[in-house]
């Protein structure tokens, strides 16, 4: 971090003094993170960038009660969640789309691009097909452990859970992908 560059709490509790550039800063940093975030619960781009330009506007008139004490990062993903669990309940009826793949498999380098590429939707498809035999309460810290790189604690205060509960959940979130990658390696296999 450059000398001069403030951190997210320096430029949150700026904004509660009024500096609006300060709130711009901010809408920098958390845009593409929250879009990110956003495609784990909704599948349309327009809803997503909605739902994201809603958390921005919502952290903007609530500033006030944001503690720079505290870090930033939990506070506007709190934030966040309530309004993508909202907007999944208002659009239940799209499919979700489940989780950037490249983020959380790394791929071997091949010789021949046609079969990486034949790898590469495997593994998607599995993924895609295991996550969702993974529980939604399971789900959600995954993607915020793995995905957004959150510490168990900034989890914790943004399900509103113990964070003994986010470890927990993580690892049989962990264990039922697993299991239902599995299953599904074992029904693709040849026999």
């Not at 907007?87 to 989780?99: Q, T, V």
């Not at 239902?180 to 029904?187: G, H, L, P, S, T």
Request: proline share 5%.
């Amino acid at each position: 971090m450059a000398p001069t560059e403030r951190t997210d709490e320096e430029l949150a509790a700026a904004v509660q003094q009024g500096d609006k550039e300060a709130f711009g800063t901010l809408v920098e940093r958390y845009e593409g993170k929250l879009l990110r975030y956003g495609r784990k619960f909704l599948s349309t781009r327009e809803d997503i960038q909605d739902l994201v330009q809603d958390v921005f506007i919502s952290s903007y008139r609530n500033i006030k009660s944001f503690d720079p004490k505290q870090r930033f990062s939990p506070w506007i993903y709190r934030i966040a969640h309530n309004a993508f669990v909202n907007g999944l309940r208002s659009k239940i009826r799209n499919p979700l789309s489940l989780i950037d793949f490249d983020a959380l498999v790394s791929h071997p380098i091949y010789e021949d691009p046609a079969e990486k590429e034949r790898e590469l939707a495997d593994i998607k498809k599995m993924l895609d097909e295991g996550l969702e035999h993974v529980a939604q309460k399971h789900k959600e810290p995954l993607i915020l452990y793995y995905l957004e790189e959150l510490s168990y604690k900034e989890i914790a205060d943004i399900l509103r859970i113990p964070v003994s509960t986010v470890g927990v959940r993580i690892r049989r979130g962990k264990e039922e992908l697993k299991a239902a990658c599995d299953e599904i390696e074992m029904k693709q296999s040849p026999k």
